[in-house]
Antibody, heavy 118, light 113 residues
Framework: EVQLVESGGGLIQPGGSLRLSCAAS????????MSWVRQAPGKGLEWVSV???????YYADSVKGRFTISRDNSKNTVYLQVNSLRVDDTAVYFC????????????WGHGTLVTVSS | DIVMTQSPDSLAVSLGERATINCKSS????????????LAWYQQKPGQPPKLLIY???TRESGVPDRFSGSGSGTDFTLTISSLQAEDVAVYYC?????????FGQGTRLEIK
């Protein structure tokens, strides 16, 4: 059974950093495209970043230079390092899998909440 | 960037009636190389992650009831629920995956009338 479990969120001050984790089971993160998608409270979905099976990474303009996506194949886990956090980064961060080499999302985790506030 | 615009923002439909949600992209999401539309639809219920309903604009995800259907091509797409059930109350999102950055529509809230 495919499962994605996010962790690492919390309350952080503006300018701070966090590392979000997405532990996968039932498939290999190294064989799939893996993304982070966020949702601010009461708002819509915003794609944040993707890591391709080959290792290439891409980011939304809103997070470029501040966020870094990576993976640890031995732990079957994807990470999102979030630096220089701003109040408008406050959101639930979902990890999502793309089954094929097209970036639509067939499995999602339940998300981890990041709250940026002083 | 491709901008996705959904209409309406909210919709109230009676049980058993048809619900139609529209999605328009600012550029075509039809690939000339494979003649496929790079468009997906998701359903999100309160407190839950989104659930994939439709991909390639009209291919239903495994396990999704056949009352859900997708149509359209190029820049104009539609999600149709043929006979609304109580469990279909949710917010629905379209998403293109034609190019990076991936973008979503703003969402359409579907309620029971």
């Amino acid at each position: 059974e495919v499962q994605l479990v996010e962790s690492g969120g919390g309350l952080i001050q503006p300018g701070g950093s966090l590392r979000l984790s997405c532990a996968a089971s039932g498939f290999s993160v190294s064989s799939n495209y893996m993304s982070w998608v966020r949702q601010a409270p009461g708002k819509g979905l915003e794609w944040v970043s993707v890591i391709y099976s080959g290792g290439s990474t891409y980011y939304a303009d809103s997070v470029k230079g501040r966020f870094t996506i990576s993976r640890d194949n031995s732990k079957n886990t994807v990470y999102l390092q979030v630096n220089s956090l701003r109040v408008d980064d406050t959101a639930v961060y979902f990890c999502a899998r793309s089954l094929n080499t097209e970036v639509y999302f067939d499995y999602w985790g339940h998300g981890t909440l990041v709250t940026v506030s002083s | 960037d491709i901008v996705m615009t959904q209409s309406p923002d909210s919709l109230a439909v009676s049980l058993g009636e048809r619900a139609t949600i529209n999605c328009k992209s600012s550029q075509s999401v039809l690939s000339s190389s494979n003649n496929k539309n790079y468009l997906a639809w998701y359903q999100q219920k309160p407190g839950q992650p989104p659930k994939l309903l439709i991909y390639w604009a009209s291919t239903r995800e495994s396990g999704v009831p056949d009352r859900f259907s997708g149509s359209g091509s190029g820049t104009d797409f539609t999600l149709t629920i043929s006979s609304l059930q109580a469990e279909d109350v949710a917010v629905y999102y379209c998403q293109h995956y034609h190019s990076i950055p991936i973008t979503f529509g703003q969402g359409t809230r579907l309620e029971i009338k």
